[in-house]
């Protein structure tokens, strides 16, 4: 199994910058894609970015693309998610998890395809 960790989440005014970090352990082979996601208070888990795990190519929502970027480092098993240009409802727990399944059946978006999840890191913007 796969375990997975966030860090890196605080308070940010708006316009600031944060950097996530997701450190998987474990049966690290089986990774073929990692995700971010993301739940405000109240609303439904969302997802915010993702990456394929050989190739590094990353998918993201309408919501963050241009602000955020997501990369990794397959050799350390870690994640990131760098955010630029915060907003106050960029404000949320932010989950990353793990892809196990077929390189080609990666839709990056479902929930549900993910495998191992982590406790989450707190990110909130101030306006």
């Known amino acids: 199994q796969v375990q997975v960790v966030e860090s890196g989440g605080g308070l940010v005014q708006a316009g600031g910058s944060l950097r996530l970090s997701c450190a998987a352990s474990g049966r690290t082979w089986k990774i073929n894609g990692m995700g971010w996601f993301r739940q405000a208070p109240g609303k439904e888990r969302e997802f915010v970015a993702a990456?394929?795990?050989?190739?590094?190519?990353?998918k993201y929502a309408d919501s963050v693309k241009g602000r955020f970027t997501i990369s990794r480092d397959s050799t350390k098993n870690i994640m990131y998610l760098q955010m630029n240009s915060l907003k106050p409802e960029d404000t949320a727990v932010y989950y990353c998890?793990?892809?196990?399944?077929?390189?080609?059946?990666?839709?990056?978006?479902?929930?549900?395809?993910?495998?191992?999840w982590g406790q989450g890191t707190q990110v909130t913007v101030s306006s």
């Open positions: 990456i394929t795990w050989s190739s590094g190519f990353p």
């Open positions: 998890a793990d892809y196990e399944g077929n390189r080609n059946s990666f839709t990056y978006a479902a929930a549900g395809e993910y495998e191992s």
